[in-house]
């Protein structure tokens, strides 16, 4: 079972750092804490916690400089601002600054609980994610967008990255059409069912040696496509 993740809690006033501490413990949930920006920033280097609730306004650093000087310093745990600015422009500067979050105070139990365990939801997604795949005479890297094979390059489109990523993340799998439409297009598109055919028939064009014959990408009748890795398969 994957252990929850460790929150530091920057708030500089006690009763509120006190009800954050004791609200996220009571769910299982490792906290450190923090009275100052300068404190957090101290902490948050040395001890690397999971996921950041940050207050804003704080003496010494507010927030915002502490976010921005993590980031610098290539921090990437999650920071969910905790404030009572609500304007627009308050939000903005806060997701500006690095943030991945923002909640107004007050706030209730119920939802700081459930950004929580958005926020954590997306880091082990994350540390989930392929960045290289080689199988083959073929190489995918995934962060630069780029495909070969051998040393030719490979011209993958967006959608072809994106539908290869969801096959290797489910080897053996079968991914149907509405589930590669869900994931690759969104709910806000509305492709048909013969769009995600059609761009499996460019990848099979690219990737297999015989596209007549696939020996990856194969076709589960009624149901949708599987992704059988070769032997030789690495992944990074």
Sequence with gaps: MTPLPRILVVEDE????TVLRDCLERQGY??????????ALDRAVREKPDLILLDIMMPK????????ELRRLGNRAPVLFLTARGRVEDCVAGLDAGGDDYLIKPFSREELLARVRALWRRVQRQARE?????????????????????ETPLE?????????????????????????????????????????DRHIVGLRQKLEDDPEHPRYITTVHGSGYRLDLPPEVTTG
């Design 30 to 39: 490792r906290v450190l804490l923090a009275t100052d920006g300068s404190n």
């Design 14 to 17: 006690m009763p509120m750092r």
């Design 156 to 196: 993958l489109t967006p959608k072809e990255l994106a539908m290869l990523r969801l096959l290797f993340e489910n080897p053996g799998e079968v991914i149907s059409r509405d589930r590669f439409l869900d994931v690759v297009w969104g709910y806000a598109a509305f492709p048909t069912t013969r769009t995600v």
């Design 61 to 68: 650093l507010d927030g915002l400089a502490v976010c921005a």
């Design 130 to 150: 392929l960045t290289t795949v080689a199988f083959g005479k073929i190489k995918i890297d995934f962060v630069r967008h780029r495909a070969w094979r051998q």
